[in-house]
């Protein structure tokens, strides 16, 4: 399933939407797929999508870099 972004394919096309979206606008955005393994009460593996963005907005446009 394309909009699936609990599997760690899901994550990895998130990651990729989110880089593409801020760089089209003039940032760079660091964001890391961290795998949070099984987890019991969720009864399946998680990926954690974890950037450095602060309240969803990028910290630094390209030219302040």
Sequence with gaps: MDNDFCTVD??????QKIEEY???RG???SIKL???GF???MRS???DVRSDMVNGMPRKS????
């Design 22 to 24: 801020w760089r089209d």
């Design 62 to 65: 390209r030219e302040a870099a």
């Design 34 to 36: 961290v795998d949070a």
């Design 10 to 15: 899901g994550a990895r096309r998130l990651k």
């Design 45 to 47: 593996a998680r990926t």
């Design 39 to 41: 987890m019991a009460a």
């Design 27 to 29: 940032y760079d955005v």
